[in-house]
């Protein structure tokens, strides 16, 4: 069993930067693919960010491509989401999740994750 916690949500102004934290335990962090996603009120869940279990490659989605940046340390068990140029339209619960390594996993959706982390809110204002 995966224990992932979030960390490094706040307040921030339109344009300001933030860098989010995955922490995982529990498990051997190199055999999974991570993925960060965001859940706005009153909206699904929706797929942000995702790297391979070797950092090898990454994945982003289309709208956010170029403002983030997914990254993973092997060593300290640790996911990491560098968000630049924030718009109030990126105000949202932002999760972390693991994906065990396997052959057929669509990492855009939420459904191929096994373990999710609690959350962390960021909110971006105008």
């Known amino acids: 069993q995966v224990q992932l916690v979030e960390s490094g949500g706040g307040l921030v102004q339109a344009g300001d930067s933030l860098r989010l934290s995955c922490a995982a335990s529990g498990g051997t962090f190199s055999l999974y693919n991570m993925g960060w996603f965001r859940q706005a009120p009153g909206k699904e869940r929706e797929f942000v960010a995702a790297i391979t279990w070797s950092g090898g490659s990454t994945y982003y989605s289309d709208s956010l491509k170029g403002r983030f940046t997914i990254s993973r340390d092997n060593t300290e068990k640790s996911l990491y989401l560098q968000m630049s140029s924030l718009k109030p339209e990126d105000t949202a619960v932002y999760y972390c999740?693991?994906?065990?390594?396997?052959?057929?996993?669509?990492?855009?959706?939420?459904?191929?994750?096994?373990?999710w982390g609690q959350g962390t809110q960021v909110t971006v204002s105008s």
């Open positions: 999740a693991s994906s065990f390594r396997r052959t057929g996993v669509d990492l855009v959706r939420p459904l191929d994750y096994n373990y």
